[in-house]
C-alpha cells in the first residue's frame, strides 16, 4: 500500500529553519509528481510548492517568497522541504501529498497524502 510518512517538523523561533522529509513507499516514486502542503487551524489547506517526476519543474505559493525549495532523491524515494528565515504565519500542519497528475497546487489533484508533520514558529 502506498505510504507517505513526514519528518522534521517542531518549534523554532522566527528567522530559523527547518527541513522536512517525506519517506515514499509502495509505489513507484519516481513516476509521480509530489507536493507540499499546509493547513493552519481554522485556515483552509494550501499548496506550498511541487516539484515534478523528475525535478525539473517546481512551482511555489506566492506566499512562501523565495523562502522554501521543495526536492526529491529518487533513489531514497524521499521529498524534502527546505524552509529559510521561518515566520509565524508559516505555523501548520505540512503534508506530504502524490499528484495523479503533473506538478500543480490543487489539492484535489493529489490522491495519496501522509499524516501530516507539525511546524510552530514563534516571534
Known amino acids: 500500500q502506498v505510504q507517505l510518512v513526514e519528518s522534521g517538523g517542531g518549534s523554532v523561533q522566527a528567522g530559523g529553519s527547518l527541513r522536512l522529509s517525506c519517506v515514499a513507499s509502495?509505489?513507484?516514486?519516481?513516476?509521480?509528481?509530489m507536493a507540499w502542503f499546509r493547513q493552519a487551524p481554522g485556515k483552509e489547506r494550501e499548496g506550498v510548492a511541487c516539484?515534478?517526476?523528475?525535478?525539473?519543474?517546481?512551482h511555489y505559493s506566492n506566499s512562501v517568497n523565495g523562502r522554501f525549495t521543495i526536492s526529491r532523491d529518487n533513489v531514497k524515494n524521499t521529498l524534502y522541504l527546505q524552509i529559510n528565515s521561518l515566520k509565524p504565519e508559516d505555523t501548520a500542519m505540512y503534508y506530504c501529498?502524490?499528484?495523479?497528475?503533473?506538478?500543480?497546487?490543487?489539492?484535489?489533484?493529489?490522491?495519496?497524502w501522509g499524516q501530516g508533520t507539525q511546524v510552530t514558529v514563534s516571534s
Open positions: 501529498a502524490r499528484s495523479a497528475f503533473s506538478c500543480t497546487l490543487v489539492g484535489s489533484r493529489y490522491n495519496a
Open positions: 509502495g509505489y513507484a516514486y519516481s513516476g509521480y509528481s
Open positions: 516539484i515534478s517526476p523528475g525535478g525539473s519543474t517546481t
